[in-house]
């Protein structure tokens, strides 16, 4: 194994940092991607790669994303539930990488509900 320079600690740190800011930093949006062993079992893996590509693709620093537990729904999974400030939160299932691509760019970027994977609105309490 080679030996690390300080330009190799900059990028690891920097990557760190920004892997941190996705989990806990302050942000517009925070998506919660269902990882309990139903979605993961239904491909939440595949769900949770699909949207954090899609942020490292679009630039995008100001949405956290962060696992969450089994949502007692898992028919439904994979499943990630989207929370906006004044906003109710937005459970969308059954999801697929496509189906998160179109919910991040219409829902996470653009403030519009895709109602066609949505089951529900508002019926989680904000934290």
Known sequence: MPKLKPQDLD?????????MLLREGEGRVRVMVHMGTCGIAA??????KALLDEIEANDV????????????LCSR?????IEAPDQPPVKYVDL?????KEIFSRHIM????????????????ML
């Open 110 to 125: 653009g403030g519009e509900i895709v109602t066609a994977y949505a089951l529900a609105q508002g019926s989680e309490r």
């Open 11 to 19: 990028k690891i740190a920097e990557k760190v940092k920004r892997t």
């Open 77 to 81: 999974e994979p499943m990630m539930t």
């Open 96 to 100: 697929t990488p496509d189906k998160v």
């Open 43 to 48: 491909g939440a893996r595949a769900i949770m």
């Open 61 to 72: 620093k100001d949405v956290l994303v962060t696992a969450a537990s089994c949502a007692g």
